[in-house]
């Protein structure tokens, strides 16, 4: 794999919860793979990030005070992978039709936070591959 598939993925955080956004970022201090973009506490604060930076990855509960997360990702033009976490089932559906890859029930579970982000770097990484392999071949 080449430097560039191998660089930090940046991750922009949202939830207006502020205990589970301090436990995103404890997590994200201890993993050499992922690198914080930021940390928002709104729909419009991501919103106004997103404007100006790209991510790799949005952690995202849907459920924020000023905005449906939902409808917040669903209006990018070109959404980065998502990961869901929230603390109602019937999230799981609005989940599935912005193809989040993955949707993760409050309390977090470190080891399946874990294996998401594994899942997520995965597929990143092989998209990074392939655009530089095109490239390459054009």
């Given at each position: 794999?080449?430097?560039?598939?191998?660089?930090?993925?940046?991750?922009?955080?949202?939830?207006?919860?502020l205990?589970?956004l301090?436990?995103?970022?404890?997590?994200?201090?201890?993993?050499q793979r992922?690198?914080?973009a930021q940390?928002c506490k709104?729909?419009?604060g991501a919103?106004?990030?997103?404007?100006?930076?790209?991510?790799?990855?949005?952690?995202?509960?849907?459920?924020?005070?000023?905005?449906?997360g939902?409808?917040?990702?669903?209006?990018?033009?070109?959404?980065p992978?998502?990961?869901?976490?929230?603390?109602?089932?019937d999230y799981a559906y609005?989940a599935y039709?912005i193809?989040?890859?993955?949707?993760?029930?409050?309390?977090?579970?470190?080891?399946?936070?874990?294996?998401?982000?594994s899942?997520?770097?995965?597929?990143?990484?092989?998209?990074k591959?392939?655009k530089?392999l095109r490239?390459?071949l054009?």
């Open positions: 794999m080449s430097k560039e598939v191998s660089k930090k993925i940046s991750v922009l955080l949202v939830d207006s919860d205990k589970g301090r436990e995103l970022q404890r997590y994200m201090i201890h993993d992922l690198e914080l940390p709104s729909g419009r919103l106004s990030f997103l404007k100006h930076k790209k991510v790799d990855l949005i952690i995202l509960n849907p459920a924020l005070p000023d905005a449906n939902f409808d917040l990702i669903a209006s990018l033009p070109d959404p992978a998502t990961i869901i976490v929230a603390d109602r089932k609005f039709r193809q989040a890859i993955d949707y993760l029930l409050k309390p977090l579970s470190v080891g399946e936070l874990d294996q998401a982000i899942r997520i770097i995965t597929q990143i990484n092989l998209v591959e392939v530089i490239a390459k054009a």
